[in-house]
């Protein structure tokens, strides 16, 4: 397998599942800040110009975050990165995709990229304070969440690499304030050697 990725990207996130599965992945590097998504090599690979984007051994292309990262979990089902009993599953995908679908795409991507929100330059500041504060709010609900439990859905799953690489965000790239058990959430992630690993890839 192969999976294309950027450093400091939401694939960060799956690099961090495939560490944690033990899977076997070559990973390449895109540079995003230098275009490279938008060449016609890399779109021959993904013509969504975006990373993650993860090519079986089969030469097949998946792409987008939740899809990826329950395909690499349904490859290890013993490990059950995504559970088996139905409302099980439902509370990890709902939060994948609150994650993915808001926080991401509506929140943090307002931050980094005002213009596809809004092609007005005079709004820009505007646009990234309405992304901060949806970006802000998901980690307010996952803070409530977390209030009794180490993990998004109790036991570590697939929600937590999806929240982690938010979480790294906040920290890395934003003004680092994470909610409390936000916080102790992104150390707990921090502490494991699989993140690690894939930190260090
Ligand atoms: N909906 C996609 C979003 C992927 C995405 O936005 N990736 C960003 C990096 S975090 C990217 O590749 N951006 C490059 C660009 O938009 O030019 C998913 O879930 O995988």
Known sequence: MILHHAKGSCSLGILVLIEELGIDCEVRYVDLPGGEQRTPEFLAINPKGKVPALI????????????????????????????????GLARVLEAVEY?????????????????????DRDQAEHVKERGLEIFRSGFDLFDRVLEDRPFVAGSFSIADAALFY???????????RLPRNCGAHYERLMDRAAVRRALDR
């Open 56 to 87: 079986r051994d089969d030469g097949q292309l998946i792409t987008e975050w939740p899809a990826i990262a329950s395909y690499l979990a349904a490859l290890k089902p013993e490990r059950q990165l995504l559970p088996a009993d139905p409302l």
């Open 99 to 119: 994650v993915v679908s808001t926080m991401h795409m509506q929140g943090f991507s307002r931050i980094v990229r005002p213009e596809n929100f809004c092609p």
């Open 166 to 176: 938010a979480e790294w965000w906040m920290v890395n790239r934003l003004d680092g």
